[in-house]
T-cell receptor, first 113, second 108 residues
Framework: DAEITQSPRHKITETGRQVTLACHQT?????MFWYRQDLGHGLRLIHY???????NKGEVSDGYSVSRSNTEDLPLTLESAASSQTSVYFC????????????FGSGTRLTVV | EDQVTQSPEALRLQEGESSSLNCSYT??????LFWYRQDPGKGPEFLFT???AGEEKEKERLKATLTKKESFLHITAPKPEDSATYLC?????????FGKGITLSVRP
């Protein structure tokens, strides 16, 4: 069965370190998204991609970067982790950009100490 | 800027006590309104998509409806297993904008 997987599920890192969160999907979806979820804010879009070599900034992109070298993967990098980036991160993919819902991964809980 | 407001923030029901969750939205051009269910420690799970005012969709004890300014998720005779956070999202152009969610607790 097709799926979308995130790794690791949990991570603790120190302030200032570079961290990469993995997202891998086997749906063959062109569209992939990264969200963060915090109490009181709901899901907020960090970065998204409509296909290989395409990346775009979302509403909370500062301090994050993504790259898309193939259809299956969209890794999220925190360049220099900050305590404000402690959050739960969700990756999602979709078949089409119009009118289709997203399929979400199970999330990565990141703690920056 | 797209905005999505969900109310109430939290809702506690007795098993069998029907109720509705509200999602109010402002969007320049609605391509779809989505409802998701999220269980603790998991990613959101897709429930419904609504595309135009007057549209309704049902799944087991859930029914979603849409007007030009809001959507309702009606829960009929809920069971404890319906306890979860319910997220509403709107899509214009390509991206989804989410509300903060409604946490539903159903007591046996």
């Amino acid at each position: 069965d097709a799926e979308i997987t995130q790794s690791p599920r949990h991570k603790i890192t120190e302030t200032g370190r570079q961290v990469t969160l993995a997202c891998h999907q086997t749906w063959n979806h062109n569209n992939m998204f990264w969200y963060r979820q915090d109490l009181g804010h709901g899901l907020r879009l960090i970065h998204y991609s409509y296909g290989v070599q395409d990346t775009n900034k979302g509403e909370v992109s500062d301090g994050y970067s993504v790259s898309r070298s193939n259809t299956e993967d969209l890794p999220l990098t925190l360049e220099s982790a900050a305590s404000s980036q402690t959050s739960v991160y969700f990756c999602a993919s979709s078949e089409s950009i119009n009118g289709f819902g997203y399929t979400f991964g199970s999330g990565t809980r990141l703690t920056v100490v | 800027e797209d905005q999505v407001t969900q109310s109430p923030e939290a809702l506690r029901l007795q098993e069998g006590e029907s109720s509705s969750l509200n999602c109010s939205y402002t969007v320049s051009g609605l391509r779809g309104l989505f409802w998701y269910r999220q269980d603790p420690g998991k990613g959101p799970e897709f429930l419904f998509t609504l595309y135009s005012a007057g549209e309704e969709k049902e799944k087991e004890r859930l029914k979603a409806t849409l007007t030009k300014k809001e959507s309702f998720l009606h829960i009929t005779a809920p069971k404890p297993e319906d306890s979860a956070t319910y997220l509403c999202a709107v899509q214009d152009n390509s991206k989804l904008t989410f509300g903060k969610g409604i946490t539903l607790s159903v007591r046996p």
